[in-house]
T-cell receptor
Framework: GNSVTQMEGPVTLSEEAFLTINCTYT??????LFWYVQYPGEGLQLLLK?????DKGSNKGFEATYRKETTSFHLEKGSVQVSDSAVYFCALHLGGTASKLTFGTGTRLQVTL | EAGVTQFPSHSVIEKGQTVTLRCDPI?????LYWYRRVMGKEIKFLLHFVKESKQDESGMPNNRFLAERTGGTYSTLKVQPAELEDSGVYFC???????????FGEGSWLTVV
């Protein structure tokens, strides 16, 4: 079956630190990959996506590269801010008749001053 | 353009009562999804509509949950009777036909006491 595995949280970083949140996947086909973010008290927002191998998604200083050889889509940011504190979800989407997202468990990020 | 809207945003009900959640997808989106995040766990798929038809309802937990999408526009998710373990955030999402980007609403936060 399809699955997404994320690193366990919570992750606590000081402001301006480098962030990596690991995500690996298992899929029966060639998925599109996504990072969603949920800020406190808010809904899910699409952060970035990549639709094929070697694509790099980027938004708000965050980046993730679709690595087919390692089945990974790690999220990175060079310098985090307090406002980045949120829960981050990695997800895959296969489309077609199996058109639904499969999510990881989410990783909570807490950024402190 | 309006995004996916959900109502109510928060609901507190007693065990055994009924709650109906409503979702208005983005205009023109044939695909409509319901997801749930319970007690800080992963976001789980409940079901998928294509227009008014249920494409995939494999994630519906039991027959206390009933989803409808009459006319292929808005959707409702009814929980009857509600149990304590139904507490969580219910997300609705939508996408265009053939699209690989799924847009989420802000969620309906349900607490069963």
């Amino acid at each position: 079956g399809n699955s997404v595995t994320q690193m366990e949280g919570p992750v606590t970083l000081s402001e301006e630190a480098f962030l990596t949140i690991n995500c690996t996947y298992t899929a029966t086909g060639y998925p599109s990959l996504f990072w969603y973010v949920q800020y406190p008290g808010e809904g899910l927002q699409l952060l970035l996506k990549a639709t094929k191998a070697d694509d790099k998604g980027s938004n708000k200083g965050f980046e993730a590269t679709y690595r087919k050889e390692t089945t990974s889509f790690h999220l990175e940011k060079g310098s985090v801010q307090v406002s980045d504190s949120a829960v981050y979800f990695c997800a895959l989407h296969l489309g077609g008749t199996a058109s639904k997202l499969t999510f990881g468990t989410g990783t909570r990020l807490q950024v402190t001053l | 353009e309006a995004g996916v809207t959900q109502f109510p945003s928060h609901s507190v009900i007693e065990k055994g009562q009924t709650v109906t959640l409503r979702c208005d997808p983005i205009s023109g989106h044939d695909n409509l999804y319901w997801y749930r995040r319970v007690m800080g766990k992963e976001i789980k798929f409940l079901l998928h509509f294509v227009k008014e038809s249920k494409q995939d309802e494999s994630g519906m937990p039991n027959n206390r949950f009933l989803a409808e999408r009459t006319g292929g526009t808005y959707s409702t998710l009814k929980v009857q009777p509600a149990e304590l373990e139904d507490s969580g955030v219910y997300f609705c999402a939508s996408s265009v036909s053939g699209g690989n980007t799924i847009y989420f609403g802000e969620g309906s936060w349900l607490t069963v006491v």
